[in-house]
């Protein structure tokens, strides 16, 4: 080796210590930092014409690609449960208890025993007060539970907005990213801290959204959905988020909104095509997924129940059911029905018998008052097994016998006899046979000779709970709304004067005994909505259990999301320690690192002191 050669290759020893040093020194000085890897340097021979003559210092990562794909993977779903735990946690503070203690089946519990005293004491106006007292604060609690719901889908919805513009600095930032990186590294420059900041805002964007990527042979990287929506391809994709806004007159978002694209997360690509990710299904897994689960399915589901339990406790006070009586021509026979005191809303049963297969049906007819809400879908009833007809009763009865006859078919046959009369009657058992007619009617007036009460409205004493569907189903929404009855506030001797001739005696039980017995046997139907089925169908229970059942479906569930958010992190926690332990910064050895680095550096030094004290022997001689 020549003295030129010895001493390029120790200045190029020299350079290549200095630049390690500085990779030694930025590994100390970021050990800790998020998403930073440990850096090393190595070497790499320049080729001369009479061989080696030099060394280039070449900056390298300590990275595991395998492990890092597999920490990728499991971001989302970590940040999915997490999201779905911190909300479930809520509600079930909400349904579970209030500020006082009370959740609605206490708060209904201590309503059910105020009305037991008062079929002990009708006459007792202390136990009159007390009851009212009850209803109010039950009435109350079924207000802020509502309340509480909708201001976890707000805060979700807000959320989403939230999130929506942070993926969009996140696909901005990786395009940036891999233009700088692909650019960089085809002039020959390092890229290593580069890349920490692309797999840093990768990481980021996998705890919104399910991701996958894939690296090109120049360095850049695509990033998708695991759906196939393209995230970073040669730009970054951009989403659009359109707001639900305020919450409408009953405290929640109409059903339409979704036909207006409002509530949408949508990407838009030159004007021409609109991908729509929530109804397409391009959210499968990370926050974003999970928030609007929240805001469309399990938070809709607690507002429903909460609904079905104010809608449930409205009509067993004041509805009441008039069942037909028989009626026959020829062999026909069926029923005659009363339909005076109907409301819009209220419902009239039938039930038959196909006679060739035995099987026993149900329809349901619902009172409308305007046609423009027709038709209404079998869903306007939470009995999974009934057909569902609106009829329009603003053109009298004989319209509405007309409506059902069509409804019908010509194995029956419906007339109306006389006055407010409906008669349905079977085929004489060719095909059908009417096995019962009835209807629940909503008491309006106060003391018209039924037991029944309209204790709890919607707020004003006229504003009756109905069931109706002419502005949307009333019942959306009802538990924010519900109230005592002010007439009744105004004068509690109502809750046992039934009637008026004969005059109701101070100390009858009649009408506080039938409330009662209508709070704890009425077994209601509750909806799929309500999401408590495991089949997807309704289900039949009372009050008082539907409301254990409700606090009891969200202590497990939030519960399970705790668990299952636990069990994740484990597997997230694992992945991260592993990904620390190859890319990772160990200060001891990198302050080692540096004790070698003086040594080679003095190593150096040396060759190069000699060199020149030979190079200065030759110029001598």
Known sequence: MTIGSALSIAVAGMQLNQTETGVVAQNIARAGQA??????????????????????????????????????????????????QTYLSQLDQFMGQTDNGASVPSALATFDQSLHALVTSPEDVSSRMSLLEKAQVLASRLNQASDDVQSLRTSAESEIADQVAKVNALTAQISDLNSRIVGQANAGQDVSNLLDARDEAVKNLSSYMDIGTRENADGH?????????????????????????????????????????????????????????????ALRSGSLAALVELRDVTLVQAQAQLDDIAAGLAEAMSNHTVEGTAASSGAAEG??????????????????RDVASGED?????????????????????????????????????????????????????????????????????????VTGLSASVTSTALQDGETGLPLFTQGAADDFYTGSFEVGSQKIGFSSRIAVNPAVIADPSILVTWQTSPATEAGDPTRPQALLDRLETLVFDFGSETGMSAEGHGFSATLADFADRVVSFWGAASSSAASAYDSQSIIQSNLEQRMEAVSGVNVDQELARLIQLQSAYAANARVMTTAKEMLDALMRS
């Open 221 to 281: 990287l695509a990033v998708f959905t695991t759906s196939g929506l393209s995230l970073v391809s040669d730009h970054g994709t951009q989403f659009e988020f359109d707001s639900h806004g305020t919450l409408n007159a009953n405290r929640v978002w109409s059903d339409d909104d979704a036909d207006r694209g409002v509530g949408t997360i949508r990407v838009v690509d030159d004007g021409s095509q609109v991908v729509d990710l929530i109804s397409s299904g």
């Open 35 to 84: 998403g930073y890897t440990a850096k090393r340097v190595g070497a790499v021979d320049f080729q001369g014409l009479q061989g080696a003559f030099g060394l280039k210092a070449v900056v390298h990562r300590e990275f595991d690609k395998q492990i890092w794909s597999q920490v990728l993977q499991s971001t989302s779903p970590t940040s999915y449960l997490e999201t779905q």
């Open 335 to 352: 029923f005659d029905l009363d339909l005076t005191g109907l409301q819009s809303g209220n419902r009239v049963t039938l039930t038959h």
């Open 361 to 433: 049906r149900t329809v349901t007819f619902i009172r409308v008052d305007d046609a423009g809400v027709l038709p209404l879908s079998d869903s306007a009833t939470p009995d999974p097994n009934d057909t569902v007809h609106g009829i329009d009763f603003s053109g009298g009865t004989a319209s509405v016998a007309a409506q059902i006859q069509a409804a019908l078919g010509a194995s029956f046959d419906v007339s109306n006899p006389s006055g407010d009369t409906l008669r349905i009657l079977g085929d004489g058992g060719v095909s059908t046979d």
